[in-house]
């Protein structure tokens, strides 16, 4: 089958292009933007990349596609989509077809929630991998003890990144709900996507469209201390529940708890003490979860913690980029008020009493929509310094961050933002860049700034 994929350079669809490829599949594919390291990943796997939405791809690279498969940066209005419509030529989303053509005959281990989806599917594929289980997978990022972000294997188990994102302009569902896992992590569940979702009660109604789909024999492994997954499975149930959560919050019952120091207990049953490189509290109970969900694939707790203790995490991810006279540059994917202030917390455990700088590009469509402006001071209290870029946004970013004072700059140039943070870098300081997307290469340039 010869598929032709719209939004090939996006993570999900790269790593969709990546399994049909493997699956012996011919793959070609386009997007608004070409550029790496996906459009290098995919020419290295000899997949012809068109950049750009000319409906002239009918005639020319996509002629004799059997299907085109639609990522959910498409819309109505599509130059090319409109070609296909008008054509007749069949079309499908990318959930869908990878479910239909991979995840069908498989074991899927799906990991949902708002924060914590990539490092969590992360930990889950090397678990099984350590565990000698060899699982597909598709990673919403890059993990560091993995080549590749996505691939296809003989095993029986998939482990799957299950974003609550809709799936295509035809189909405004979520995209997990094609995935139909056995097994099910709810990590956690917040407002966000501002720009698809009114509230966060229709997130939980999505949610709950998941639950409806596990078996009676599945799994789902939920954060007991989360309100709102709470909700969600007070609407129906119909599979088996475990919890997990932080020893010192309640509602986890009998389930999983990890203490401070790593102590995990499954029904007040002591599990072993899990010990690993990742920092705060939310990777433990992402851990904890990864944990939970390999031990419902016959992977022994015990095995899950020695496979942990070499997991190297995930890019992007309070990831080190670089340190010049002693400042540290950090590049971190944080968007989300909650995330904002998880990595602030996981730096601030590493960093002790030394001087955090944040520096903040709110991108993402919800940040866009300026949803979660009365939340950001909060989210940035932990750091001593804030920068804040608010490029293209039409809301008040200076005064959403009034209350944090003095110790908060707001820039709308790039240069003169890398300016002001070199300027005020000292030796011994934490310089923790969050965005959502490239942030114009601001951490290369800092470095080089840092360095003259």
């Not at 130059?79 to 995840?103: C, F, H, K, T």
């Not at 956690?188 to 709950?208: K, M, P, R, V, W």
């Not at 997990?244 to 990890?258: D, H, N, Q, S, Y």
């Not at 203490?259 to 990777?283: T, Y």
Request: glycine share 12%.
């Amino acid at each position: 089958m010869k598929l032709h994929i719209l939004g090939i350079c996006g993570t999900f669809m790269g790593g969709l292009a990546a399994i049909a490829k493997a699956a012996g599949h011919e793959v070609t594919g386009c997007d608004a933007n070409v550029y790496p390291p996906m459009s290098n990943q995919l020419r290295a796997l000899g997949i012809d990349l068109t950049e750009g939405w000319d409906a002239a791809q009918l005639r020319t690279v996509a002629r004799d596609a059997d299907v085109f498969v639609i990522g959910n940066v498409v819309s109505r209005g599509n130059p090319l989509m409109e070609a296909i419509l008008d054509a007749g030529r069949p079309y499908i989303s990318g959930p869908q077809w990878l479910y239909e053509n991979v995840l069908a005959q498989r074991w899927v281990l799906a990991v949902a929630g708002t924060h914590g989806k990539t490092t969590t599917t992360a930990m889950l594929a090397w678990i099984l991998e350590c565990a000698g289980l060899a699982p597909g997978f598709l990673i919403g990022g890059a993990p560091v003890d993995f080549p590749v972000s996505a691939r296809l294997t003989d095993s029986a188990f998939f482990v799957i990144e299950a974003d609550e994102y809709d799936t295509a302009f035809f189909d405004k569902r979520s995209k997990f709900v094609h995935y139909r896992p056995r097994t099910a992590i709810f990590n956690n569940l917040e407002y966000d996507h501002a720009d698809i979702f009114a509230d966060l009660a229709s997130i939980e109604t999505q949610f709950h469209h998941l639950v409806r789909m596990v078996p009676p024999h599945g799994r789902i492994v939920a954060n007991g201390g989360d309100d709102a997954i709470a909700r969600v499975l007070a609407r129906g149930c119909w599979s088996e529940v475990e919890r997990f959560g932080l020893a010192e919050v309640r509602g986890t019952g009998p389930g999983w708890t990890i203490a401070a120091n790593g102590e995990i207990l499954l029904g007040g049953a002591p599990q072993g003490v899990l010990s690993f490189g990742q920092a705060g509290r939310h990777n433990q109970l992402n851990a904890l979860a990864a944990l939970a969900a390999a031990r419902h694939v016959g992977v022994p707790v015990g095995h899950g913690l020695e496979a942990l203790a070499r997991f190297s995490g995930v890019r992007r991810r309070l990831e080190k980029r670089g340190e010049v006279r002693g400042i540290t540059i950090y590049d971190d994917f944080a968007h989300h008020p909650t995330a904002i202030t998880a990595s602030l917390e996981a730096l601030r455990r590493t960093v002790g009493g030394s001087r955090i700088v944040a520096v903040l590009e709110p991108r993402s469509n919800t940040m866009k929509l300026g949803a979660m402006k009365d939340a950001l001071p909060g989210s940035l209290e932990r750091a001593d310094r804030v920068f804040c870029y608010d490029a293209n946004l039409g809301w008040d970013v200076a005064g959403a961050l009034a209350p944090l004072g003095a110790k908060a700059t707001v820039i709308a140039e790039l240069p003169a933002l890398v300016e002001a943070i070199a300027s005020q870098a000292r030796p011994g300081d934490h310089v923790l860049v969050m965005s959502n997307g490239g942030f114009g290469g601001i951490h290369e340039k800092l470095l080089a700034r840092l360095a003259d």
